[in-house]
């Protein structure tokens, strides 16, 4: 199966108990897919600002590399963990809309 991009606009707010020093645009986390139990790697850039701090959130653009089961999902709503590991949770992202190809 081909890896697909998909582009989206999102709402992103990091765990209180996130990294002190936060997290800079341009990071690639996991990103924990709860429906299908597996994680897509996801380039985030913040918009309005280049660090978000722990309880803090952020309107910014990802650009995922998933598979077709994953691209049928993200649509405006769909929410999911960001995760800085396996499994350890500092975040979440909520699409607000999906972008057009570049």
């Not at 280049?50 to 769909?78: K, M």
Request: charge should be negative.
């Amino acid at each position: 199966m081909a890896d697909v991009v998909i582009r989206v606009r999102c709402d992103i707010e990091l765990a209180p108990t996130a990294r002190k020093s936060g997290y800079g645009s341009g990071i690639r986390p996991n990103h924990f897919i709860r429906e299908l139990d597996y994680f897509v790697i996801g380039e985030v850039h913040f918009e309005g600002q280049e660090v978000l701090l722990p309880g803090e959130h952020s309107t910014a653009r990802v650009s995922f590399v998933g598979d077709e089961p994953f691209a049928d999902l993200v649509r405006p709503g769909f929410e999911w963990d960001i995760c800085d590991g396996p499994r350890s949770v500092i975040g979440w992202g909520r699409v607000l809309e999906v972008l057009p190809d570049a």
